[in-house]
């Protein structure tokens, strides 16, 4: 089972990036899905979260700017991030908790990640 992220980038600050992330492979069901980041020389922290009914978490210093949003059909999340600042320079990482076709519990995925540079 993998996820494969894209759409990381340079953008200027104000703007805009749109990433998604697909998991493929031997996988029934999903349930969290989610955004994590990581700064250089700062710890990996949630950017924001959808569980499978929808329901949304944000981290305050995205709240009101990044959007996520999810594909249960496509086992897609993705997440739009507007009014990009040069403080959400980091590298994102998509997360879920998969169960994997023959495993009997859930587990953490994570991708590999994608690099966004937001200049100012």
């Known amino acids: 089972v993998q996820l494969q992220a894209s759409g990381g980038g340079l953008v200027q600050a104000g703007g805009s990036l749109r990433l998604s992330c697909a998991a493929s492979?031997?996988?029934?069901?999903?349930?969290?899905m989610g955004w994590y980041r990581q700064a250089p020389g700062k710890q990996r922290e949630l950017v924001a979260k959808?569980?499978?009914?929808?329901?949304?978490n944000y981290a305050s210093a995205v709240k009101g700017r990044f959007t996520i949003s999810r594909d249960n059909a496509k086992n897609m999340v993705n997440l739009q991030m507007n009014s990009l600042k040069p403080e959400d320079t980091a590298v994102y990482y998509c997360?879920?908790?998969?169960?994997?076709?023959?495993?009997?519990?859930?587990?953490?995925?994570w991708g590999r990640g994608t690099l966004v540079t937001v200049s100012s």
């Open positions: 492979g031997s996988i029934i069901s999903i349930n969290d």
């Open positions: 959808i569980t499978s009914g929808g329901s949304q």
């Open positions: 997360n879920a908790e998969g169960l994997r076709r023959g495993a009997s519990y859930y587990s953490v995925l």
